[in-house]
């Protein structure tokens, strides 16, 4: 891909990123992200074929980030911290203002079952997240590994929509005691 182009496809793809997070997927359409860009529609459609080539390089932008930032919180640290700082940020995400809870769960809840291939991304990239607990679970020699790890996703999950709906930090701030509870 030239420079220029290059450009152009980062400047819609951060732009798609913005306006998902903002105001959801299904509020974002084609002429508002090429307006919000300023690269016309017909370039949009030379670098993404329709509104699902957005949502795709949506999801796995976001996908990508999410198990990135989990290995990042995650590195060469105790199980116990691990968690600790998995619900930490999510209760700092938590209290920022007009904040749509996390990315992957809003695009899950948005989209449905009306894309299955969408869905697959999501829950592809919380088994990675779930995995990776797996791993520090076994490393810390835990007897219930996967089931704890299933539940303190379970937990994550409940409570990022809870936290959401609610206004406030509060039920990540008690998952992450139960999370920790069961380590």
Known sequence: ???????????????????????????????????????AKMTLYKYFESKNGLIKAYLDFISKQAVDRFNEICASRETQECINNFFTLAIEKSKIENNRACPLICASLELGNE??????????????????????????????????????????????????INKTSEPLELAKQQALAFL
């Open 1 to 39: 891909m030239r420079k220029n182009s290059k450009l152009k496809y980062d400047k819609v793809l951060h732009t798609t990123i913005a306006l998902f997070n903002e105001q959801g997927i299904n509020i974002s359409g084609v002429d508002l992200i090429s307006a919000r860009s300023g690269v």
């Open 115 to 164: 894309h299955p291939e969408f869905v697959k991304i999501i829950r592809e990239t919380y088994e990675n997240i779930r995995h990776s607990i797996d791993m520090k679970l076994y490393d810390f020699q835990h007897p219930s590994a996967e089931s704890t790890s299933k539940l303190i996703m379970s937990l994550y999950q409940g409570a990022v929509v809870s936290a959401y």
